[in-house]
């Protein structure tokens, strides 16, 4: 990343200050700014003029000009690229909602604001369902030209980047933590595919670390970002539902992929169902809700193609692994198999990564 230059470093210093001061959200930062005019006219001012209440130990303000002049001086280098709530270059989309962030840190591409963006959530502790719904939900989007976004949680927000970029596409990970500071840890090589084929986005300061209070914070910038939130698993205390209220208060699409109804993880979606959300079997019915035009899918009927070329033993199995998981015993008794015959069969499949191995011996269709 190239050093950058800003047209105003004084304003542009002032602006990360307010953001990184304790106490000073968005709905502040911007009484601020219509009180005084400028983030450097707010700082000159200081809070014994605000009459908010705090002094400047409340608002930890020598602390805030330290972290500010890291931030300045990662971005002057190159480290990051930074939108303030000012620049022309500041998401549409993401200025509409009530409480926009001040300020917008980004690793990865330099991202065009003007693509289609849809957001998909959910559980960090998803069934196998779950996650094949995510993944294929993913991958048709992105065979679509669409952008996806996400949380970089563990679970369902995970599977969405993999697949996004697996696929070729584009995926936007919004933190709840610095970019400096990925969680959680085990992420780290996926944050780092991601800043090289999409990009990296947070409201905080680059070494800011995780805090709880931070991750709903975040939620309305995934919703704020995209045209439309899908709901793919959550349970009754679901930080997805966060989003999705969040989304509904925006103005956005909510749409819920329906799950297996014994299934606590399906609680969320299925309430949001119940509420009006757009009940979701496919990425069509995503698309055709929005309203969006797509771009021709180079790879349809890519993996179908594949599965015909088998030969009939192979097809056999996959059909019976299509919908849902099969212990191999249970599938040599329906094909009619001995157990020997049908293992080289399934050892073939695995290799070729049509199907894979889950808990207590089932067999399951990586084929979506």
């Known amino acids: ?29 911007r009484s601020l700014m219509e009180k005084y005019g400028s983030a450097k006219e707010s700082v000159d001012q200081g809070p014994e003029h605000w009459n908010v209440g705090y002094s400047r130990s409340d608002l930890q ?12 001086e990662a971005f002057l280098r190159g480290q990051v690229r930074i939108k303030t ?6 998401p549409s989309l993401l200025k509409e909602i009530p409480d926009p962030p001040p300020v917008l840190y980004m690793k990865g591409k330099d991202i ?14 998803p069934t196998y369902y779950g996650e094949r719904v995510a ?31 697996g696929r070729g596409g584009e995926t936007w990970a919004v933190l709840g933590c610095g970019l400096n500071t990925i969680y959680p840890s085990e992420n780290k090589s996926l944050a780092e595919w ?11 300061s680059l070494n800011t670390k995780p805090h709880p209070a931070f991750f709903p914070k975040r939620n309305r910038i995934i919703s704020g970002l995209s045209l439309g939130v899908v709901v793919v698993e959550g349970a009754q205390k679901s930080g997805s539902l966060i989003t999705a209220r969040l989304a509904a208060d925006q103005g956005r699409e909510v749409f819920a992929v329906p799950g297996p109804i014994y299934s606590p993880l ?13 009940l979701v079997e496919g990425a069509v019915d995503i698309v055709e809700e929005l309203g969006l035009q797509i771009k021709a899918d180079e790879n349809e009927n890519k993996q179908a193609v594949q599965i015909e070329s088998k030969d009939k033993d192979l097809q056999q199995i996959l059909s019976y692994l299509k919908s849902t998981p099969v212990q191999k015993e249970v599938l040599a008794i329906k094909l009619g198999k001995p157990i020997a015959e049908l293992s080289a069969l399934i050892l073939n499949l695995e290799l070729k990564g049509l199907i894979k191995t889950l808990p207590g011996g089932f067999l399951v269709s990586t084929q979506y």
């Open 1 to 29: 990343m190239a050093t950058q230059e800003f047209p105003d470093q004084k304003e542009m210093w002032a602006t990360l200050f307010l953001n990184s001061l304790n106490h000073i959200g968005p709905i502040l930062f």
């Open 61 to 72: 303000w020598d602390e805030a000009k330290k972290t500010t002049e890291q931030d300045m």
């Open 85 to 90: 709530w000012k620049a022309q270059d500041y």
């Open 112 to 125: 065009d604001w003007n693509n289609s963006a849809v957001a998909l959530v959910g559980t960090r502790s």
């Open 135 to 165: 993944r294929a939900l993913s991958e048709e989007l992105a065979d679509m030209g669409l952008v996806t976004v996400s949380g970089l949680a563990k679970g369902i927000d995970s599977m969405v980047h993999r697949a996004t970029l």
């Open 194 to 204: 991601i800043e090289k084929e999409g990009a990296l986005i947070s409201e905080f």
């Open 266 to 278: 399906s609680f969320a979606p299925h309430y949001l169902i119940r509420s009006g959300a757009k």
